[in-house]
């Protein structure tokens, strides 16, 4: 029987491999995430390597985690899960979890935010471990044939992995693997992603605080799940809907949405429920209220469960009623992206196809239903003018947002971003340019530093 590993490795900034994780280092110090995010990025971390602080934005890998239980189920191999992101771990405890057990297969994801990082790491993993083939997985294997040649790579996997590691580990394939998605029906007879009680602690989305119980935040743990997998829409910079669940590296693709059965999530959640003691669900799609139909089914599971939950949503694809029964339902939060402020950024550079007056509206709605809203803006985009960023900041202050983000656009390989860089023009996004003053970044958090130096001196030259 194989031994396989599934594992998002640890990614410290500034620490080297061989560091014990004994310190000593600042009260900050930075980290990347990069499994489970569409646009992995490094940020400032109040835990430190072997020291975990909870309550900090950890994402929940779902490519990763539905991969492991599906070899597990399909492969008949014995598989091992590691999130050493998630747990804060050292280099060291990783490297040693490694050499405890002898891996056949490891398979790990990266994207181009991670990969200058991830390339040493798998030289690394390969000298220490030289019988074991490396399988990559992820946005960053665009460029497979490349990698494969450069790096000590078993197998590339293109788009989401479940299907393609059983053929690695079952059928003993190698190399460049392409597209090779679940079906719906596959989908929905797929076992759970993995989770276990060394995990579930960790994981934590920024969450709201419960509209009538203002001071209280939803308690640990929380689980974060998925209610669908796609996105039919095109924004210029998402990574998953262009990459991992389709094949649309220019915006001109068909790109479609498979949805979990409110059977399957009802499952799900249960399970997670009375394995866990989970106390708060987020749902983490890519657009969670695609249609009135699919969330009212869901309203009616959750409805059951009893259960605070959160989504990630668009603010134009439900109608009211079915706004007021996922808050029935027990709904007390929602993301909502809007990317720009700027209409013509929206439609001619974004291409959202989002009208921000409607959406404006939906957000004075769910304040009076008593929903928390958190809005999501990208600065940064091809072609924006700083003014236009102004129009951003002023949109923010016109609705009734509890929270907001803001983040540079990040540019990751596969997104019609990327090919814009690569083509030059992109006949689905008119707007967008390469003109001077576009900075090319993979780390949106980083990139959002320079913007902000570049607003504060637009506002003070005005």
Known sequence: MENVLFCNPPWWVDIPFSDGGDGPYEPVVRAGIRAGSRWPYTTETQSRPDNFVSR????????????????????????????SIALRESYQSFFRFLAAKRYDYIFLESATSSWDHDRKLIRKINALCPWTRIVLCGPITVKAAELLAHYPLHA???????????????????????????????????????????HVGHYWDHAQPFPDRPQTNPEHPQAIVWGSRGCPYKCIFCVWPAVMTGNDPDGTGKRTVRFYSADYIGAWVRWLIDAFQVSCIYFDDDTFNLGDRHVQAVCAVMKDMDIPWSAMCRADTISRDTWVLMKEAGCYNVKIGFE???????????????????AREVVHFLH???????????????????????????????????????????????????????????????????????????????KMASIRNLLNSFSAAR
């Open 56 to 83: 900090e934005y950890l994402p929940y890998p779902f490519f990763l985690g539905s991969a492991a239980t599906y070899v597990a189920a399909h492969a008949g191999a014995q598989v091992d899960f590691r999130d």
């Open 340 to 358: 720009s402020g700027s209409q013509w950024v929206v439609d001619n550079i974004v291409n959202k196809r989002l009208d921000l007056e409607k």
């Open 156 to 198: 590339c996997i293109h788009g989401e992995y479940e299907k393609g590691a059983v053929r690695v580990v079952k059928d003993g394939e190698s190399g460049e693997i392409s597209h090779d998605l679940l079906t719906v029906e596959e989908l929905n007879r797929a076992p759970f992603p993995y989770m276990d009680s060394v």
């Open 368 to 446: 009076q239903l008593g929903v928390t809203v958190h809005g999501t803006f990208t600065y940064g985009l091809p072609g924006e003018t700083a003014e236009q960023m102004m129009e951003t900041k002023r949109f923010i202050a016109s609705m009734p947002l509890n929270t907001y983000q803001e983040s540079g656009t990040a540019e990751i390989e596969g997104t019609p971003l990327s090919t814009l860089r690569q083509s030059k023009s992109l006949r689905a996004y008119a707007g967008a340019t390469l003109a001077a003053g576009y900075e090319i970044n993979a780390d949106g958090n980083l």
